[in-house]
Every structure is written in C-alpha cells, then in structure tokens.
Nanobody
Framework: QAQLVDSGGGLVQPGGSLRLSCVAS????????IGWFHHAPGKEREGVGC????????YVEEFVKGRFTISRGYSRNTVYLQMDNLAIGDAAVYYC??????????????????WGRGTRVTVAS
C-alpha cells in the first residue's frame, strides 16, 4: 500500500530551525518527485518546494528561498525539508506529497497524487 509519512514538526522559537522528513513506503518515488506544502489556518494550502528524483534537483518557492532547502536522503524514498530562520508566519501543518510536477527551472504543480498526513510546525516565543 502506497504511503507517505511526514514527520519532524514541533514547537520552535522565531529564528529557530526544524528538519522535516518524508518517507515513502509501498512504492518507489524515483523517478518521480516529492513536494512539500503547508496549510495555515484561514489560508489556502500552498506549495513550499519540491525535489525531483528525475534529475536530482530541488525547487523552493520565492517566499522561502534562502531559508528553506529540500534534499534527498541516502534512501531514494526519503526527502527532507530543512527550515531555518523560521518566522511566526511559517507556522502551519506541513505535508509532503509524491508524484507531481517539479522542476528546478519551472516550479511545482499545486496537485500531487499521494499525500502524507501532515506534521504541525508551531513558531512561537
């Protein structure tokens, strides 16, 4: 059974860091892609960035560029979202998703086919 498990959320102070993990099981992500999204209360779900196993390149949206990075683990079924210098506005539930459009040059699609359950990130002093 295809499954994505996203984890690593928690409480962090403004300016702090967290690393979220996304592990796929029951299917092989390679050569597809893993996307990261966040959903804050009262807002639309929004793409944060993605990693493409097709060319081993990542993409992050402009609003997190320079603070968030996306990378793959040694396992080809694991992708990380490293979040640094977190701000209160970054607080949300973060989801990883698999099998959607992801290009380091052209961005990412809003819809992916497989979704994790989400992990909550709280940023507060």
């Amino acid at each position: 059974q295809a499954q994505l498990v996203d984890s690593g959320g928690g409480l962090v102070q403004p300016g702090g860091s967290l690393r979220l993990s996304c592990v796929a099981s029951g299917f092989t992500v390679d050569p597809y892609s893993i996307g990261w999204f966040h959903h804050a209360p009262g807002k639309e779900r929004e793409g944060v960035g993605c990693f493409s196993f097709y060319d081993n390149k990542s993409y992050v949206e402009e609003f997190v560029k320079g603070r968030f990075t996306i990378s793959r683990g040694y396992s080809r079924n694991t992708v990380y979202l490293q979040m640094d210098n977190l701000a209160i506005g970054d607080a949300a539930v973060y989801y990883c998703a698999a099998d959607g459009f992801c290009s380091s040059d052209d961005g990412m699609a809003p819809n992916f086919n497989y979704w994790g359950r989400g992990t909550r990130v709280t940023v507060a002093s």
